[in-house]
């Protein structure tokens, strides 16, 4: 019978970030890793419809920063990984928000980086056994 040191240890070996890396670049990236499907299918639906929706409501997408709020913008688009990337390369969202819907498709692009980067931390929280499944 293994013992919780065990599992630690077991859990701790090899690279523990490689969920954490992961799961920020590929939304639920992190999860299918862990071999955790529901889970990372749910995140990656999630964040992805979050994102999806926010680039079609005309949200702004910060390429820079010039006070506190728009930091904390560009500090949520960044959560999004490669969805960020990939967005302001193909030059997908609003440089400027031009209509109502699009500062609340701006908020949907914010969130789904925030809720990517927490799904990224809890990915790796399970590679490391600091969180039981």
């Known amino acids: 019978m293994a013992t919780n040191q065990d599992k630690k240890s077991e859990a701790g070996s090899g690279f523990v970030y490689l969920p954490l890396i992961a799961g920020w670049l590929v939304p639920g990236a992190g ?3 862990l071999r955790k ?3 990372g299918a749910l995140l990656s639906a999630s ?3 979050m994102f999806a929706v926010g680039i079609a409501m ?3 997408l910060y390429a820079s920063a010039h006070d506190i709020l728009d930091m904390l913008g560009l500090a949520g688009d960044l959560g999004n990984g490669l969805l960020y990337i990939v967005s302001r390369a ?3 969202g609003a440089d400027q928000v031009t209509q109502t819907t699009g500062d609340y498709g ?3 692009i914010v969130v ?3 809720l990517n980067v ?3 931390v809890d990915a790796h929280n399970l590679r490391t056994g600091r969180k039981a499944s």
């Open 47 to 49: 964040i992805l419809g």
């Open 90 to 92: 193909a030059g997908w």
């Open 31 to 33: 999860h299918f890793l």
């Open 37 to 39: 499907w529901g889970r």
């Open 118 to 120: 927490i799904s990224a």
């Open 106 to 108: 701006t908020r949907f």
């Open 58 to 60: 005309q949200g702004k």
């Open 112 to 114: 789904a980086g925030l």
